[in-house]
């Protein structure tokens, strides 16, 4: 890979991510379950857009550290082994301690799914203990649109546990801009008036690639939830799709359209909670489904808890 400008690196180097990524993730579901409240459910379907937060404020305050931790011991190990000079100025001080979770061009926002269909601690934890819904998107047009040329970028993933692997991911990220960044930054490193500017542009690409990389690793503690993301990289002064919203009632989030491609959103169940799995509440989740154009599978979880049923309330 060659490039003149570190800019145009950035969606050379993003398209790479995303193709390594899908290429040694594990065996994608046919199925993958958002579990949420109720009045989340009724207002995906009015708006037909999903939230997405920012993944500053992810309910793991620790995931984006695990991972940030991580990526500051391989890139480390990187600078120790950088014998030429021209990968040694890859690696100043200031890319060893730069912060990048909020140094880097981008802002990830990401929507969480599983793989698993009524799992209890995940209808207890984020489903309103039990009172909510899981909401079945079909995998397939979910990476549909994530290969697409669409409006608004959509991502997506499946998390990764392993911490080998993990490595790996980012071993494979810097030996890429290595190999794009060391030959021009030995010949303009020479002829430049400022070499800590010049160094820092081409260090931009980088940073926003690994912060793409970071919401998708996760420690072995959280592996029981098969998570899977969707998620969309917001950069500022670039990215017209769609509009941050920030207030003292709900996360810093965005709305994201999974319905690009086909009109509407690619649900194809929708699972009720052990609190609320009873005959009324398929009839009125039904009601609210038909409503809004939707005919699909109404399931009733199954968990044999002693919770008070209670009719779902929209």
């Known amino acids: 890979m060659s490039a003149e ?79 030429l000079p021209e990968y040694q100025a890859l690696y100043p001080p200031q890319a060893l301690t730069f912060d990048y979770l909020r140094g880097s061009k981008g802002t990830l926002f990401i929507s969480c799914f599983s793989g698993k269909q009524d799992d209890l601690p995940q209808w207890t934890r984020y489903a309103d203990n039990c009172k909510g819904v899981a909401i079945g998107f079909l995998t397939a047009e979910l990476v549909r649109l994530d290969r697409a040329s669409v409006r608004q970028n959509i991502g997506f993933f499946g998390i990764e546990y392993d911490e080998t692997r993990q490595c790996d991911s980012f071993d494979w990220l810097l030996n890429l801009w290595e190999r794009a960044a060391a030959p021009a930054l030995g010949l303009g490193l020479r002829h430049s008036t400022n070499p800590f500017l010049y160094i820092a542009r081409w260090f931009g690409p980088l940073a926003t690639s690994a912060l793409s990389l970071f919401p998708r690793m996760k420690t072995a503690f959280f592996q029981h939830e098969d998570e899977w993301r969707v998620a969309h990289l917001h950069i500022e002064g670039t990215d017209p799709c769609c509009d941050v919203h920030s207030n003292d009632h709900s996360k810093t989030h965005v709305e994201l359209d999974l319905g690009q491609l086909k009109g509407k959103l690619p649900i194809v169940s929708v699972w009720l909670g052990p609190s609320i799995a009873n005959d009324d509440s398929v009839a009125l989740t039904r009601q609210l489904l038909e409503n809004h154009g939707y005919r699909v599978p109404i399931e009733c979880s199954r968990g044999p808890l002693r919770v008070a049923q209670r009719v779902v309330e929209f």
């Not at 800019?7 to 398209?15: K, M, N, V």
């Not at 109720?38 to 708006?47: G, P, T, V």
Request: proline share 4%.
């Open 5 to 83: 400008q570190p800019e145009d690196l950035l969606s050379t180097f993003l398209a790479e991510t995303d193709r390594h990524w899908r290429d040694r993730q594990r065996p994608l579901p046919n199925i993958v379950y958002h579990y949420t409240s109720a009045s989340a459910l009724r207002a995906i379907l009015e708006s037909q857009r999903i939230w997405a937060t920012i993944t500053s404020e992810a309910n793991d305050t620790t995931e984006l550290s695990y991972a940030v931790d991580m990526w500051k011991t391989v890139i480390n190990r990187h600078a120790l082994a950088a014998a």
